[in-house]
């Protein structure tokens, strides 16, 4: 057991060895002296150098016509897997939330249908015909505020009905 948290720790040692390694390629350091920072760029010569090596080379001869650069800084690999990581967590929250929808998406549709389903009973005494929910005998579908909760779903229903599935579509692909 000692053996193995040992390992794990070597290994975790290695890791961070790894990652520091990474991140230091952005840091370009004097292809001359590989002392100090390269402060400028010779794209003649192809090669970054430090202040002091970059003016010996270039002082005199037939180098001292060379045009130099400062060298661009260059995106660290660790903050380019970031974004990538990043990319990919958004991209697995969108199929999250979407299995989820999609679960939920065949109950909700039918608890809609059911508000829509009235049966007609006819009263005797009034010789009129009133309509009452199936799901809830004790709603009469006749009055208010039922005409205005049967407006809303079926409107849910055609927006859940097609919209859903179509939103879907559209963020998968």
Excluded at 69 to 96: C, H, K, M, N
């Amino acid at each position: 057991n000692s053996q193995d948290t040992s390992e794990k720790r070597e290994m975790q040692r290695f890791q961070r060895i790894q990652r520091l390694d990474r991140a230091m390629e952005v840091i370009e350091l004097c292809e001359l002296c590989h002392l100090d920072f390269a402060v400028q760029f010779c794209p003649m010569c192809n090669e970054s150098y430090c202040e002091v090596c970059d003016v010996s080379l270039h002082v005199s001869g037939d180098k001292k016509d060379h045009c130099r650069l400062t060298p661009q800084p260059r995106i660290s690999p660790l903050i380019e897997a970031g974004y990538e990581v990043q990319s990919q967590l958004g991209d697995i929250y969108t199929v999250a939330v979407l299995v989820i929808i999609f679960l939920i998406y065949p109950s909700l549709m039918k608890e809609i249908a059911l508000m829509l389903n009235c049966t007609d009973i006819i009263c005797m005494e009034e010789n009129k015909c009133h309509k009452y929910l199936d799901e809830d005998p004790g709603v009469d579908c006749s009055i208010a505020p039922y005409p205005s909760f049967y407006v809303l779903s079926f409107l849910f229903f055609i927006a859940y009905g097609f919209g859903l599935p179509s939103a879907g579509f559209f963020m998968l692909y």
